[in-house]
């Protein structure tokens, strides 16, 4: 499996506060993503980096921050949760833009 | 953006017989296809991909097809086995990012 954890796996919070979820990477890869699951959607892009201190954003970035200071740690904000952020968060790594992407395991998200 | 369907949403088969995912796409410019498998309670893992140069390609029971006029992909599973089961993804790669289709929750049946 390539090396990619996230941190939390699990976080319930209420609503207004702010969340930083942890992805980090041991394979040296130049791309991670961002991406949120939810029923019916399949996997959505919420933001990417493609190098340290570049960053794009994606599908549905409305409410969500990111930061790569440094190749192997990826941050995901959400500067004031709402419950429509409920949902299971994957990070992604990829060594380049057309590859196969590895996935972590996955942070479940509640927002109460 | 790119926008990827994906059908059918839910597909049961017996064990040994063949399954057929289908996938299309609206942007042309998409050049890379993937196919994802899910088990529950993990991150999806690549079981095969396609780039738009190449018709189809094959991975022992697994198949990928590509009809870039029509825009669309297909993945085909032959001689199914219980850990097939799972939920499968699509997704087309275009300028820089993935679009993944809604899924496709395979069960096939001992």
């Known amino acids: 499996d390539a090396g990619i954890t996230q941190s939390p796996r699990h976080k319930v919070t209420e609503t207004g506060t702010p969340v930083t979820l942890r992805c980090h990477q041991t394979e040296n890869h130049r791309y991670m993503y961002w991406y949120r699951q939810d029923p019916g959607h399949g996997l959505r892009l919420i933001h990417y980096s493609y190098g340290v201190k570049d960053t794009d954003k994606g599908e549905v970035s409305d409410g969500y921050s990111v930061s790569r200071s440094k190749t192997e740690d990826f941050l995901l904000t959400l500067e004031s949760a709402t419950s429509s952020q409920t949902s299971v968060y994957f990070c992604?790594?990829?060594?380049?833009?057309?590859?196969?992407?590895?996935f972590g395991p996955g942070t479940r998200l509640t927002v109460l | 953006g790119e926008n990827v369907e994906q059908h059918p949403s839910t597909l049961s088969v017996q064990e040994g017989d063949s399954a057929v995912i289908k996938c299309t796409y609206s942007d042309s410019a998409s050049n890379y296809f993937p196919w994802y498998k899910q088990e529950l309670g993990k991150g999806p893992q690549l079981i095969i991909d396609i780039r738009s140069n190449v018709g189809e390609k094959k991975d022992q029971r697994i198949a990928v097809t590509l009809n870039k006029t029509a825009k669309h992909f297909s993945l085909h599973i032959t001689e199914t086995q219980p850990e097939d089961s799972a939920v499968y993804f699509c997704a087309a790669h275009n300028f820089n990012k993935f679009y993944f289709g809604s899924g496709t929750k395979l069960n096939v049946k001992p």
């Open positions: 992604a790594i990829s060594e380049s833009e057309e590859n196969e992407q590895f």
